[in-house]
């Protein structure tokens, strides 16, 4: 007599081998989220940060040229650096915004604004340079 091999089922090796193929490519797909989370708010960051350098900047630009000091632009610690342009504060961090002025009357001064903060253990900043004509 014949004896029918009716497998119509699938083996318990066949659903962990499927399980496994599954969570390899699920680790790869989450892995790529998380670098793109990242990613997403080092660049709100780096934006936030050169807005407020650009504020400076405009302030300094709209100054006379005798006023153009570093007494009247003093380093500013803890500032806000605002990622999501809301009120929520959450999601902001802390940084640092300098003014750095060189040269005097009659020549053009340069003014360089560095805006630096930390994210993720790393250092990083966003300086802007201009020149002021007398």
Same mark, same amino acid.
């Given at each position: 007599?014949? /004896? /029918? $091999? $009716?497998n119509k089922g699938i083996t318990l090796l066949e659903i962990v081998i499927s399980l496994l193929i599954f969570g390899i490519a699920a680790t790869g797909i989450l892995r790529s !989220?998380? !670098?793109? $989370?990242t990613r997403a708010k080092s660049t709100s960051l780096r934006t936030a940060a050169i807005a407020l350098a650009q504020e400076r900047m405009e302030q300094i630009k709209n100054d006379s040229?005798? $006023?153009v000091t570093a007494a009247n632009y003093p380093d500013e610690t803890n500032l806000i650096l605002d990622t999501a342009g809301t009120a929520d504060t959450g999601d902001d961090l802390t940084g640092t915004r300098t003014v750095t002025i060189t040269g005097a009357s009659p020549n053009p /001064?340069?003014?360089t604004v560095t805006v630096t903060w930390k994210f993720k253990g790393n250092q990083f900043s966003e300086s802007l340079t201009t020149l002021k004509i007398p």
């Open positions: 007599m014949h /004896k /029918k $091999n $009716n !989220f998380v !670098f793109c $989370n040229y005798p $006023n /001064k340069t003014i």
